[in-house]
């Protein structure tokens, strides 16, 4: 889908998941420019993720907040994404006692042991990180 392949657009997914806001909170939370935004939100608008209102207290201007789409987009995309890492990290937690058990059987040397189980539990950690970080 065209609308997950660039990282802002995920970003402001995100961030209006939140709460609703206008562009200017955008530019400051994501740290690019307002033409970036104001692009990327007509882009969301189109896929029928976004919705905008009017404020017009104090001043004129628009809010932007996600349609049920984008939040229904957002949930599946975490649901996949959780079963995703669930399903990885089991798959190398799995390779992690198979390797122990050749080691234990002596059909693994100690060094090629500890390289591949030290591998291993770097990616299953980093898998972990990474769930820790999307919640």
């Known amino acids: 889908m065209a609308v997950l392949q660039d990282k802002t657009r995920i970003k402001i997914l995100k961030l209006l998941n939140d709460y609703p806001v206008?562009?200017?909170?955008l530019v400051e939370e994501i740290g690019v420019?307002?033409?970036a935004i104001e692009k990327h939100l007509k882009q969301l608008l189109s896929f029928g993720l976004l919705e905008r209102r009017t404020q017009t207290v104090p001043r004129l201007r628009?809010?932007?907040?996600?349609t049920i789409a984008g939040q229904?987009?957002?949930?599946?995309i975490s649901i996949a994404s959780d079963q995703f890492i669930a399903f990885t990290?089991?798959?190398?937690?799995?390779?992690?006692?198979k390797i122990e058990q050749a080691f234990v059987f002596g059909v693994v040397p100690k060094d090629e042991f500890e390289q591949i189980?030290?591998?291993l539990q770097k990616r299953?950690?980093?898998f972990i990180d990474t769930?820790?970080?999307a919640k």
Do not use: A, F, W
């Open 117 to 119: 189980k030290d591998g």
């Open 22 to 25: 206008h562009p200017d909170v």
């Open 124 to 126: 299953i950690d980093n």
């Open 33 to 35: 420019s307002r033409t």
């Open 131 to 133: 769930e820790d970080d």
């Open 89 to 97: 990290v089991e798959n190398l937690q799995d390779q992690l006692t």
């Open 72 to 76: 229904n987009l957002l949930e599946g």
């Open 62 to 66: 628009y809010i932007y907040s996600l």
